[in-house]
T-cell receptor, first 110, second 112 residues
Framework: EDKVVQSPLSLVVHEGDTVTLNCSYE??????LLWYKQEKKAPTFLFML????IEKKSGRLSSILDKKELFSILNITATQTGDSAIYLC??????????FGAGTRLTVKP | DAGITQSPRHKVTETGTPVTLRCHQT?????MYWYRQDPGHGLRLIHY???????DKGEVSDGYSVSRSKTEDFLLTLESATSSQTSVYFC???????????FGDGTRLSIL
């Protein structure tokens, strides 16, 4: 069965810390892996990864995919309270199906 | 914002009643999706559409039907709501199936 597993399920850090969120996947016909950030409402898109070993970066956030070991990580450096959210990863397989993990709830304390 | 409006934003109804949720987009995107989000399960795909009158089932389609008569509107119907369908429902759109999906703000549905 196709599935996506995120770890940890929740994480509490202090401002300035660096965090690493993990996402492992088992999807047939894998196409890409996506990361989203969800605060109070809609998940907002962060990264889409299709190739192994190529880091995607946006400000303090970065992500990389390992297609051999079937996992991805999302790094956040110098965390801020505004980074507090649920981070979702999803494996896209076939053309129109995305399988989401349960999410990692990140809390950044001042 | 990606130009997606979901309505209603909140709804409380009783078991056995029909419920229709609406997703309206102003982006003229071809692909539209309905997901439900429940604690411990993340987002799960209910149905999706790849064009007007073209729809297909997702992972958790039982008890739901959809319709798309216009590019901009995608309707999700619960013919006879059950308490297990209490959830937050999200609509998503994308212009190409291999591009990121963008989400609406969700509809919180409670079935008593």
């Amino acid at each position: 069965e196709d599935k996506v597993v995120q770890s940890p399920l929740s994480l509490v850090v202090h401002e300035g810390d660096t965090v690493t969120l993990n996402c492992s996947y088992e999807v047939t016909n894998f196409r890409s892996l996506l990361w989203y950030k969800q605060e109070k409402k809609a998940p907002t898109f962060l990264f889409m990864l299709t190739s192994s070993g190529i880091e995607k970066k946006s400000g303090r956030l970065s992500s990389i995919l390992d297609k051999k070991e079937l996992f991805s990580i999302l790094n956040i450096t110098a965390t801020q309270t505004g980074d507090s959210a649920i981070y979702l990863c999803a494996g896209r397989y076939n053309n129109n199906d995305m399988r989401f993990g349960a999410g990692t709830r990140l809390t950044v304390k001042p | 914002d990606a130009g997606i409006t979901q309505s209603p934003r909140h709804k409380v109804t009783e078991t056995g009643t029909p419920v229709t949720l609406r997703c309206h987009q102003t982006e003229n995107h071809r692909y539209m999706y309905w997901y439900r989000q429940d604690p411990g399960h993340g987002l799960r795909l209910i149905h999706y559409s790849y064009g007007v009158k073209d729809t297909d089932k997702g992972e958790v389609s039982d008890g739901y039907s959809v319709s798309r008569s216009k590019t901009e509107d995608f309707l999700l119907t619960l013919e006879s709501a059950t308490s297990s369908q209490t959830s937050v429902y999200f609509c998503a759109i994308t212009s190409q199936y291999n591009q990121p999906q963008h989400f609406g703000d969700g509809t919180r549905l409670s079935i008593l």
